[in-house]
Structure formats: structure tokens, C-alpha cells
């Protein structure tokens, strides 16, 4: 069983910054089966469709959801086979679950995802 095990959730003023993390379990994942993933950070907001806003490949070409480009920089460790999701000048309307998942998304890797949560 794949696990992809997120964490970096908390309360964050507006403008603040954060940094997500996502760890791959290397026990079933394995280093060379992530090293060929395209991996990519969702969120959920409140009343909304979960939608993917980064996204990067194996060799670290990126993609970002016009929202938080110019914000927010998705990177990976193959060799940690860690995602990371670095956020900054954070707004208040983003407060989200954040995930991390494959691109495209594979179903049974969703975890359970940090609140991020931007108020004054």
C-alpha cells in the first residue's frame, strides 16, 4: 500500500508563508518508482472542487495554476522521495486542505491533507 503522508497544516496570517511537505513511503513506493512520477500539490477550500495548483515532473519542470504563480514553488527530493510545497504571501480566500497525489491523481494515494488556514 502506497502512502503519501502530508504535513505542515496550521493557522498562517495573511502574507505569511509555509512550506507543506509530502513524504513517499519508500517501503512500497520505492525510489525508482517515484523518481518516474509526475507529482503535484492539490487543495480543497471550503464549498469547492478539489483542484490541482502545482505540479512537477521527475526531472523538475513545473506547472502552476494561474492563482499562485509568482507565490508558491513545488519541489521534490527523489532521493527523500519528498514533495514539498513552498508558500508564500499567503490570502486569506486560499485557506485550504492541502494534499500532495500523483499527476494525474491516483485515487487510493489521497491522505488525509493539512489545513491551511490564513486569517488575521
Known amino acids: 500500500q502506497v502512502q503519501l503522508v502530508e504535513s505542515g497544516g496550521g493557522l498562517f496570517h495573511p502574507g505569511g508563508s509555509q512550506r507543506p511537505s509530502c513524504a513517499a513511503s519508500?517501503?512500497?513506493?520505492?525510489?525508482?518508482?517515484?523518481?518516474?512520477?509526475?507529482m503535484g500539490w492539490y487543495r480543497q477550500a471550503p464549498g469547492n472542487q478539489r483542484e490541482l495548483v502545482a505540479a512537477?515532473?521527475?526531472?523538475?519542470?513545473?506547472n502552476y495554476t494561474d492563482s499562485v504563480k509568482g507565490r508558491f514553488t513545488i519541489s521534490r527530493d527523489n532521493a527523500k522521495t519528498m514533495v514539498y510545497l513552498q508558500m508564500n504571501n499567503l490570502k486569506p480566500e486560499k485557506t485550504a486542505v492541502y494534499y500532495c497525489n500523483t499527476d494525474p491523481y491516483t485515487d487510493h494515494y489521497w491522505g488525509q491533507g493539512p489545513q491551511v488556514t490564513v486569517s488575521s
Open positions: 519508500r517501503n512500497t513506493f520505492g525510489i525508482t518508482v517515484f523518481t518516474i512520477k509526475d
Open positions: 512537477i515532473s521527475p526531472d523538475g519542470s513545473t
